[in-house]
C-alpha cells in the first residue's frame, strides 16, 4: 500500500499554547503507530503555521501518496464546509497523482461519545473537591 | 450508588446549528447507557442556554447526587482554566450536598488519539473524488 498520511486540521489561534496542543495531539496519534497510518503532521486554517496547502504539501515532500485530512473541529461551519474542501481542490489541482480523503470532523464522529464516557469514566470518583 | 450525571459543557456559538451538535452530542453519549452514568446533559459557556449554572441545576433538579463535568473544549484557554472553575466553586457554595468533578478537556483527553485513528480508519478507501 502506498504511504497514507493523516493530516489533523485545526483552527489555529493566536495563543501560541492552544496551537502547540495541537501539534502535541498529532504527536500522540503518531505514537500510537496504526497500522494503516505512515505519518501523521499537523495544520492550520488559520493564525498558525503551517496552513492547509503546506501542511498537505508537507506530507508529500515526506514521501505520502494518499492524505487522510481530518477536520479537528468540533462544529461545522463555513470551515469545515467550505474552507477545507476549497484547500483540498486547490491541492488536487497541483497534485492529481496524490489521493486525499476529507474524514468527517470531530463533533460528529462515531467514536466521539464513547471517548467522552472513558474520559468520564476512568478518572478518580467524583469528589466534591 | 447516587445519581451520577454528566454534563458536557460546550463553549457556545451564535451558530444555533453549532449549538444543536452539542445537544445531539450528549443524545448519543446518554444513548450508550453508561452503566457509571445516569443521565447526559449539554449546557453552555456563553451564547446558548442552558449556561453553567442553569446546566448543573437542572441536573440536581433531575436527581444527581454527583456530577461529572466535561469541558467540551479543544484547548486549555481563560474558559477552560478560569471560567468553568468558577461557575463551579458558585454551584459549590449553593450546593454543598451535590459533588462535582471537572474532567480534563477534550483535546487533553487519552481517548483522543485513538478516537481519532478510528476515524482515519474506518471509513472507506482514500480516493482522489
Redesign the interface.
Known sequence: MSP?H?L?V?HG?R?L??NE??RR?AE??R??R?P??DHVESAFLELAEPDIPAGLDRCVALGAR???L?P?F????THVAEDIPEAVAAF?ARH?D????V??H???????????????????????V
Chains 1, 2 share one sequence.
Not at 74 to 77: E, P, R, S
Not at 98 to 101: D, E, F, G, I, L
Not at 106 to 128: D, H, K, M, N, Y
Open positions: 497514507r493523516l489533523i485545526a489561534s495563543r499554547a492552544s496542543e495541537v495531539l500522540r496519534v505514537d500510537l496504526s494503516g497510518i494518499e492524505i487522510v481530518f479537528y468540533l462544529a461545522v461551519g488536487r492529481p496524490v489521493a486525499v480523503r474524514t468527517g470531530l463533533g460528529a464522529s462515531e467514536a466521539l461519545p464513547r471517548a467522552i464516557l472513558e474520559v468520564a469514566a476512568t478518572q478518580e470518583p467524583v469528589r466534591g
